[in-house]
């Protein structure tokens, strides 16, 4: 079963507006965390921001900001004020807590396009 | 702080080959996990060291190996290469790897192509 759902395989966006790109997870553990990288095309995965299952409070870093919303599984990344350089793909992520030894679930990405 | 580096950044191979692939982490971390990225499957995890001990094992062939050394450098070993092995592999350290907060870090990634 598809632990993790991207469900936009591409999108656009116009300079400066914000977007949002949508990640579900589908997990059993009371603890984990969920995690969103940008990977552009040169390949490099970019850590972006974390959301902990007992977080109360949704993550924000700089223009980047989780809206996490436990009942739904659902941690959608919004960035705000795109710049042509956010173009890239999208990966949300998460880590169950049960399991030992690093183990990242991967969705299938968001291919996000700026336009200007 | 340096990041994750991975060498080389690009090889290729060809069929029935072997390949060792060499991931350096952030200082401090002892954790390395390896994923393989392919347009098919998409990100899967390949193994995670942790003390020079792989602690967890995605779902791969014996032919995918890998070892870490007591500096917590890995590196990972595919034998008998086939097509479907081309593939970006991603490697990512953290502090320890032991919990769902702990941040996974990645390098650059070796691209590696099988003809």
């Known amino acids: 079963a598809q632990k993790i759902t991207q469900t936009q395989p591409g999108m656009f966006v116009q300079e400066k507006e914000a977007v949002t790109l949508d990640c579900t997870y589908d997990?059993?553990?009371?603890?984990?965390?969920l995690f969103w990288y940008k990977q552009p095309s040169s390949g490099e995965m970019i850590f972006l921001i974390y959301?902990?299952?007992?977080?109360?409070q949704n993550a924000t870093e700089g223009r980047y900001s989780l809206n996490f919303q436990k009942a739904r599984k659902s941690a959608n990344l919004v960035i705000s004020a795109s710049q042509l350089g956010d173009s890239a793909m999208y990966f949300c992520?998460?880590?169950?807590?049960?399991?030992?030894?690093?183990?990242?679930?991967f969705g299938q990405g968001t291919e996000l396009s700026v336009k200007p | 702080k340096a990041g994750v580096t991975q060498t080389p950044r690009y090889l290729i191979k060809t069929r029935g080959q072997q390949v060792t692939l060499s991931c350096s982490p952030i200082s401090g971390h002892r954790s390395v996990s390896w994923y393989q990225q392919t347009p098919g499957q998409g990100l899967q995890f390949l193994f995670e060291y942790f003390s020079e001990t792989q602690r967890n094992k995605g779902n791969f062939p014996g032919r995918f190996s890998g070892r870490q050394f007591s500096n917590s450098r890995s590196e990972m070993n595919v034998s008998t290469l086939e097509l479907g092995d081309s593939a970006l592999y991603l490697c990512?350290?953290?502090?320890?790897?032991?919990?769902?907060?702990?941040?996974?870090?990645f390098g650059p990634g070796t691209r590696l192509t099988v003809l």
């Open positions: 997990t059993s553990d009371q603890s984990y965390g």
């Open positions: 990512a350290s953290s502090l320890r790897g032991a919990s769902s907060t702990d941040t996974q870090y």
């Open positions: 992520a998460m880590r169950e807590g049960l399991i030992q030894g690093g183990k990242l679930i």
């Open positions: 959301q902990g299952s007992y977080d109360e």
